[in-house]
Each structure stands twice: as structure tokens, then as C-alpha cells.
């Protein structure tokens, strides 16, 4: 678990120097250089680090989001990153992908990333509409990678139970704690 955290502080070091150096070398013409200055510069926005992003991982025989809880406010950004493995982030909306139940809100848009499998890879949806979203990865939804996403306050068709591959956190603890870990849930 501790190692967990060395790790993930070791990348977000890692990921302010380089998006340190990417702003200390954008005074050019500005070709854009690729995707992974854009994301790091997203995740490094406001202040917080990576606060939105979740981390998708394989460690052994383990695979999960972390945080697995994360409460955010409507009109924010979630970046989803694949640290090792191949994983999606995908909504449980009925007709998307392999879902069969509604867990997010009437109103909401659904979002899908489908499998990403290179390291480092990110997937990004903004989260308008407020409430409680459960989401899952398709290739090991059966094997209980499952998250959740509060936006705002609870509610919606995901509110008092569990998605029906796995266990998430309670809405009301992902918003007093702001995000959950899966070694802290799990553990």
C-alpha cells in the first residue's frame, strides 16, 4: 500500500518537471507537439495535481480505478489513464457496450472509452450533469473493476445499491472524502 503512494507521487513529480520543461520550450510556433502536453497541462491545472484523474491499473491479479471514489463538480473533467494494462472507462448505460442497467443520472451523457491498452493512454469525459455515476472496465467488469463518480451531490438510479460487478464506495463517503482510494477501500 505505501509503495502505492511512492509511486504515485514519484509521477505526479515527474509529470510537473515535464510539464515544466513543455512550458519553458512552447515559445515556438506552437505546432501543438502531440496529445501528452495537452493532457499534462489538464492534469496539472488548478492547483491540485491530478485530483481528476483516475489511474486504471493491472497489478498481478488485481484490476481497479483509483481513486475508486471521486467527487467532482458539474462541468469538470475527469481524465481517466491507464498506468498498466489494458482497460475502458465505460458508463453503466443501458445499450452502451456490455451494460444491461441505467447507474447514472436520466439526463446524463453517457461516455464510453472503449479498451485502451498503451501505457500512459488517457481517456477524458466533462461531467454536466449532477449526480452519481458507476461506471466499469469491458474486459474485466466481470472480475469487479468497477468505479463511481459524484458529481455534486447523490442521486440518480445508481443511489442505494452497488453496481452489479462489484462494490464501490458509498456516494455520501465519496463526498465527505473527496476521492477514494481503492487501497483504502479495498484494504
Same mark, same amino acid.
Given at each position: 500500500m505505501?509503495?502505492?503512494?511512492?509511486?504515485k507521487t514519484a509521477g505526479i513529480l515527474a509529470t510537473g518537471g515535464l510539464? %515544466?520543461?513543455?512550458?519553458?520550450s512552447s515559445s515556438g510556433n506552437g $505546432?501543438?507537439?502531440?496529445? !501528452?502536453?495537452? *493532457?499534462?497541462?489538464?492534469?496539472?491545472? %488548478?492547483g491540485s495535481g491530478d485530483s481528476n484523474t483516475v489511474m486504471m491499473v493491472t497489478e498481478g491479479s488485481e484490476y481497479?480505478? $483509483?481513486p475508486i471514489g471521486l467527487f467532482i463538480e458539474s462541468g469538470e473533467t475527469v481524465t481517466?489513464? *491507464?498506468q498498466s494494462g489494458s482497460h475502458s472507462a465505460t458508463?453503466?448505460?443501458?445499450g452502451t457496450s456490455s451494460a444491461s442497467v441505467n447507474r447514472i443520472p436520466e439526463s446524463a451523457e453517457t461516455f464510453n472509452s472503449e479498451t485502451l491498452s498503451e501505457q500512459g493512454a488517457t481517456y477524458e469525459h466533462t461531467f454536466e450533469t449532477t449526480g452519481t455515476y458507476d461506471y466499469f472496465c469491458i474486459p474485466h467488469k466481470t472480475l469487479g473493476m468497477? %468505479?463511481? *463518480?459524484?458529481? %455534486?451531490? !447523490?442521486g440518480g438510479p445508481a443511489e442505494g445499491s452497488m453496481p452489479p460487478d462489484g462494490d464501490v464506495p458509498e456516494s455520501q463517503t465519496i463526498v465527505d472524502q473527496g476521492s477514494v482510494s481503492y487501497s483504502s477501500f479495498s484494504g
Open positions: 505505501e509503495r502505492r503512494q511512492v509511486l510539464t %515544466g520543461l513543455a512550458g519553458c $505546432d501543438g507537439g502531440g496529445e !501528452p502536453s495537452t *493532457i499534462e497541462t489538464q492534469e496539472t491545472a %488548478g481497479y480505478f $483509483d481517466f489513464k *491507464i458508463a453503466y448505460k443501458e468497477v %468505479g463511481r *463518480i459524484v458529481v %455534486g451531490e !447523490p
